[in-house]
């Protein structure tokens, strides 16, 4: 029970460091663009690195769980963001682009492990355990929102400091797994299993594009909702709070989505439901009048903490096993933050092509329709077609 308690604890701990570094920057951005005169082009793939890394390094995950375990691979992670995170503090756009790589890197490795954390010792409260660490995630990714702009402030108006503050969680959630890792750190053992047919079966895809659909718009809010409100007339301070309430209430969404999908018979009508008020929250935010921007940023928050916990869930319950659920988490969260990560770079683009967000909303729409889709189809209650084949234990 200690170990259990201890581990969820840690879980939690590491989730809250996920987001914090996308949203701190995104609350700073004008300060960082005046001082580095980094052009709008440059500043949308300084938003969309982090997502794209999210993807391409994924993979790397289940190769460091074999070889060191998961514990000592989340640990390592945790290390590089806490590296990446502080070097932004430099202030230059090669500190900027190299931080945000690293970040992403790390994160991408964190992204597939705690799932599979998740499916092995806590079968029993998927929902729960699920629900906990994607509020955590969301948790602090309000705190650096929120405070990245006062914390500028009392800095002597140093948007580079600001950026350098939030190394210090994670090295403090880094401290504190290394801590509880005990001294023969569990090797997972899924060195000695094959997982097969995953990338042949549909399920599998529908299962990976609805990740990849809802977190696009996860990220162009993270990236442009600040700049949106800045631009309608909010002053940083004001949009940077709409944004971290926003981010906060996706705790409630996160919390109230997966008990529910586990407890249906299926997730198809929560899918398509969530994925319709987000489109429409977001709608909102961009056109609705200024006065009403709280509303639109609950209904945003609620709905993008439901969508994402309704999708990490939906990775637990369509894998056998944890040996499956490895390898559909790592399938679903490379190549969905890969797509993802076009969300925010399409949206910046369109800001500047056209000198306006209008059209963005015209992205949110073409979305909103694939994500409903594709959480429609991967929200049937089945289990991918994977085998899994014992192999040689690894030497």
């Given at each position: ?43 949308s793939w300084l938003t969309s690195l982090p997502i794209l890394c999210f993807g391409v390094f994924g993979p790397i995950a289940p ?333």
């Open positions: 029970m200690r170990r259990a308690v201890s581990l969820g604890a840690g879980v939690v701990l590491i989730a809250l460091n996920m987001r914090d570094f996308t949203t701190s920057l995104a609350a700073v951005l004008p300060e960082m663009i005046q001082s580095t005169g980094l052009s709008a082009r440059g500043t190769f460091l769980a074999k070889r060191i375990g998961i514990e000592r691979a989340l640990l390592l992670a945790l290390l590089v963001l806490t590296f990446g995170t502080g070097i932004r503090g430099l202030g230059t756009s090669t500190a900027l682009y190299a931080g945000q790589i690293l970040s992403g890197a790390s994160i991408g490795v964190i992204n597939i492990l705690l799932p599979v954390v998740v499916k092995r010792d806590f079968a029993a409260s998927v929902g729960l355990m699920t629900g906990l660490y994607t509020m955590a995630t969301c948790v602090g990714a309000a705190g650096a929102a929120g405070f990245t702009v006062p914390l500028m402030s009392a800095m002597a108006g140093s948007w580079t400091a600001a950026l350098t503050f939030w190394a210090l969680p994670a090295a403090m959630a880094s401290i504190l797994w290394a801590i509880q890792i005990p001294a023969a750190a569990s090797q997972m053992d899924v060195a000695r299993v094959t997982v097969r047919g995953l990338w042949t079966d549909p399920l599998a895809w529908q299962v990976t594009a609805f990740m990849g659909l809802q977190s696009a718009f996860a990220y162009i809010m993270y990236g442009w909702m600040a700049p949106i409100l800045r631009d309608r007339g909010l002053d940083a301070a004001d949009a940077g709070l709409v944004l971290s309430v926003s981010i906060m209430t996706q705790a409630i969404g996160c919390l109230l989505g997966s008990p529910i999908a586990v407890r249906s018979r299926d997730q198809r009508l929560c899918n398509v439901a969530v994925v319709a008020l987000l489109v429409g929250g977001c709608l909102g935010t961009l056109f609705a009048p200024l006065w009403t921007v709280w509303v639109w940023a609950v209904l945003v928050g609620l709905c993008q903490g439901a969508v994402f916990s309704l999708a990490i869930t939906i990775i637990v319950l369509r894998s056998a096993d944890h040996h499956v659920a490895t390898s559909l988490s790592g399938m679903a969260q490379t190549l969905g933050y890969v797509l993802a990560s076009c969300g925010p770079l399409f949206a910046g683009l369109l800001r500047q092509w056209t000198g306006s967000w209008n059209r963005v909303g015209i992205l949110f729409l073409g979305l909103g329709l694939a994500a409903a889709a594709a959480g429609y189809l991967a929200g049937r209650a089945r289990h991918v077609g994977a085998t899994v084949v014992l192999a040689n234990p690894l030497r």
